[in-house]
């Protein structure tokens, strides 16, 4: 046996572990919910299972590589009904009895768990839409709307219902359950749990063009008080500018082309192509998980968001220094 052959399967697990360890806070290894949980056990049994046939495989190699000189089979002999029997059992048999029980498993066990709709068997409904490329996240019966960051109370199933306003996108949060298509005209329903507080990264994983990779999104699962707290928080209507910088930026934001894509609830702008900005200071991060959100970065997206996330919907509006410094206080005042 070679070198590449002898070294090649280790080498793979290694790289398969680091290629999961990079996912930082995103692995389907890690669930946290009941769901998750059994769709990483249905993933170790169906690596167990293919692991036995991978290396019974090499291992038949090897041992016809060192009879290469001998006839007839080992054990066997040269017999031509043990040929039959072998090539019917190992080619037919089994793999139609491991392929059957692990359909059934899944469709029927695994997939029936993770695929609970959301009515009825939930506490709470939230709302996600899919946009090119940003999640849009809305609470049925409050006025909260957010984005990229989906606040939800621990250990309490929230139906998700997942639309989208342009393409096909996936809602995929590994670490809490499988994926969920987004499709045109179609409401897709999952349910959503976390069995720890915590924060659970999510991507999309359905490729909707240039930025797909730069899709991802936050979970944040809190403790009911906190939640309660951040829902009523986030359906209040926006904070006045605080200070007379902050007020010419509130002035620079609604005689620009910034206020007729963009909605700040309690002002006159009422956009909806780009992300709702009520209360942008309380995310974590911008663009859909694709930059930080700090007065530093929020600077350099709006002077120029193409070069951050080439492709996407927002044109450099061409601000100069003075407006541009005026826009950012009053953006980040919005809490
Ligand atoms: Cu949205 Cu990929």
Request: glycine share 8%.
């Amino acid at each position: 046996m070679s070198a590449v052959k002898r070294w090649l399967p280790p080498l793979i697990a290694v790289a398969i572990a680091l290629a999961l360890g990079g996912c930082n806070g995103q692995s389907p290894l890690s669930p946290h919910s009941p769901q998750a949980h059994d769709i990483a056990t249905l993933w170790w049994w169906m690596l167990g299972v293919a692991s036995i046939f991978l290396f019974g495989a090499i291992g038949l190699l090897t041992i016809s590589w060192f009879r290469r000189q001998t006839p007839g089979l080992p054990l066997l002999g040269k017999r031509e009904g043990a040929n039959t029997a072998l090539v019917i059992s190992f080619g037919i048999v089994i793999p139609a009895f491991v392929l059957i029980s692990l359909f059934a498993v899944s469709d029927f066990y695994v997939l029936g768990k993770t695929d609970q709709p959301a009515s009825g068997a939930s506490a709470m409904t939230i709302r996600v839409i899919g946009h090119q490329w940003f999640w849009e996240v809305r609470y049925p019966g409050t006025r909260a709307v957010t984005a990229n960051e989906i606040h939800i109370p621990v250990r309490t199933p929230v139906g998700i219902v997942a639309t989208t306003d342009d393409v096909i996108h996936s809602f995929w949060v590994p670490e809490l359950n499988r994926k969920i298509d987004m499709i045109p005209d179609q409401r897709n329903r999952m349910l959503l749990y976390a069995d720890r507080p915590g924060v659970y990264r999510g991507q999309c994983a359905e490729f909707c063009g240039l930025q797909h990779a730069h899709m991802a999104m936050r979970v944040f699962a809190q403790p009911r008080s906190g939640f309660h707290r951040w829902l009523r928080g986030s359906s209040k209507p926006a904070r006045p500018p605080a200070s007379p910088l902050a007020h010419r930026g509130e002035r620079v934001f609604m005689s620009s082309q910034c206020a007729s894509c963009h909605t700040i609830r309690g002002t006159s702008a009422r956009g909806t192509v780009g992300p709702d900005l009520t209360h942008l200071a309380s995310r974590t991060s911008l663009a859909a998980d694709t930059i930080p959100n700090t007065a530093y970065w929020l600077r350099r997206w709006i002077r120029d968001p193409q070069a951050i996330k080439p492709g996407n919907k927002m044109p450099d509006l061409g601000v100069r220094w003075r407006k541009l410094a005026a826009l950012v206080v009053y953006l980040r005042g919005l809490g």
